[in-house]
């Protein structure tokens, strides 16, 4: 009987799928697309020609192409991009902030507060509603109108985000997502200040057995998905410090549930327990300023910053940095004159 395990391994949950067979110990020989459609339930040729185009379909490590023939014992592994999920979309003019864009991709920097795609409560007024409309207006001709989505950052979130302009691209980048090839770097405002220079989060990550809406560490790891968070301290400001974050793993809420689970929950994160003022003195002027950096960033104090990953066309590396937009420099800003004059808060 083979053996087989599915993975999902994306922050976005259910943009790309992974599969693993080992295959049977009896098996005749037989092609490599005929045998993935026996195996994997609703999986169509195309499906299968897609992966096999884009390098993602390897028998014992090393890529295949559709026609090969499986033998008894071999190991199978398709990374697939799943197709998008049958939502109304409709081209809608927002600002954009277009960092970069070709014949396959398009990465923007995002706004916080920008819903990336629709879902329960958030119907319109979304990045992909968005991308339609430039793309209807520079008049491109794309597969289904708004894109394929590479990845997904949080609503709240800003910073650099990539889509594709075709399923065969997205498909290349998964595979690279699923390599953990793609540089992927943040910055974040988090409570407290540490003992180290850097250091490493790992722990499951999974849905709250309390609280659907939020993510939560499982350190037995009986329950979610294998992450890692790596981390170093870029600024020290006594209360909080501002950390550069770099993703391992690609999980739903990965660095907001990471770091909460270290106790140093990101600045004025209202789901995660970072809204309330966990660090400082009893001192009003400085109850006063923390809420006041609060109106300043209404929002977790997270911003992806840096990406990086190999072009899945021309092959060349490619690197992106985002500036930190104005609410999050304006409240580091703030921080930077308070540790400067702690003495004026704590009189």
Wanted: proline share 3%; net charge negative.
């Amino acid at each position: 009987m083979a053996d087989e395990e599915q993975d999902k391994f994306d922050e976005s949950n259910d943009l790309y799928e992974h599969f693993r067979i080992v295959v049977d110990g009896r098996q005749s020989l037989l092609r490599i697309d005929k045998y993935l459609q026996s195996k994997i339930m609703n999986i169509s040729r195309n499906k299968v020609q897609q992966a096999a185009t884009a390098g993602n379909i390897l028998v014992n490590e090393k890529a295949v192409k559709q026609n090969y023939k499986v033998k008894p014992n071999d190991i199978v592994t398709i990374v697939m991009s799943n197709p998008p999920k049958e939502v109304e979309i409709f081209a809608q003019e927002i600002p954009l902030d277009i960092v970069y864009e070709d014949d396959d991709i398009i990465i923007l920097n995002k706004r916080p507060g920008l819903v990336v795609h629709p879902g329960h409560g958030h119907h319109e007024h979304t990045m992909l509603n968005a991308l339609m409309y430039h793309f209807e207006k520079t008049n491109q001709k794309i597969e289904n109108g708004f894109g394929y989505l590479v990845h997904r950052i949080d609503k709240d979130t800003s910073g650099l985000i990539m889509a594709a302009k075709n399923e065969i691209t997205q498909t290349k980048l998964a595979k690279q997502f699923f390599d953990h090839t793609i540089e992927r770097k943040y910055k974040a405002l988090v409570w407290g200040d540490f003992e180290e220079e850097s250091g490493t989060i790992e722990g499951h990550i999974g849905r709250s057995l309390k609280d659907r809406r939020v993510m939560t560490v499982f350190a037995d790891g009986e329950y979610g998905k294998h992450a890692i968070s790596h981390y170093k301290v870029l600024k020290r400001y006594g209360y909080v410090s501002l950390v550069e974050c770099q993703l391992e793993t690609g999980r739903t809420h990965q660095i907001r549930a990471h770091f909460r689970y270290i106790r140093h929950p990101l600045f004025n994160d209202m789901h995660y327990g970072g809204d309330q003022i966990l660090k400082g003195t009893t001192f009003t002027k400085y109850k006063q300023f923390v809420q006041n950096c609060f109106k300043i960033i209404p929002r977790q104090a997270l911003h992806a910053y840096i990406l990086g990953f190999t072009h899945p066309t021309t092959g060349k590396q490619m690197h992106f940095e985002s500036e930190l937009p104005d609410d999050f420099s304006q409240v580091i800003e703030k921080w930077e004159n308070y540790s400067s004059h702690r003495e004026l808060f704590e009189d």
